[in-house]
């Protein structure tokens, strides 16, 4: 199935946005599991971040060769082996209303 994968990155980068909103919200206390689970999130936001940031390293690095035949194949395909981490990282989020059904991962049995 199909579906528009800047979508699915946009989203992404809302859920991330609230994320990091949720644990700046949570004032310091005397509760260090709150703290340390406040730390966290903002470390797990952070770190999914730079794997953002890793997923479009090509395209960004090649902008300018984007549009000729070979760097647009280069980029594609690049991206067709990267772009699985999104949808990995996305699915954590498919109790939230504005996941797309479509996005949902495809159960695989293990040999």
Do not use: C, T
Request: no cysteine.
């Amino acid at each position: 199935m199909r579906y528009d994968f800047d979508v699915m990155v946009e989203f992404f980068k809302a859920r991330l946005r609230e994320d990091e909103h949720a644990a700046k919200a949570l004032k310091p206390s005397k509760n260090e599991d709150m703290d340390r689970l406040r730390d966290r999130i903002l470390s797990d936001v952070e770190a999914k971040r730079r794997l953002m940031e890793w997923v479009f390293a090509p395209q960004q690095e090649l902008a300018e060769w984007e549009h000729s035949f070979a760097g647009g194949l280069f980029i594609k395909g690049w991206m067709r082996l990267r772009q699985p981490v999104i949808e990995q990282l996305v699915a954590a989020y498919a109790d939230h209303p504005d996941f797309h059904p479509e996005w949902k991962l495809v159960e695989v049995e293990p040999i």
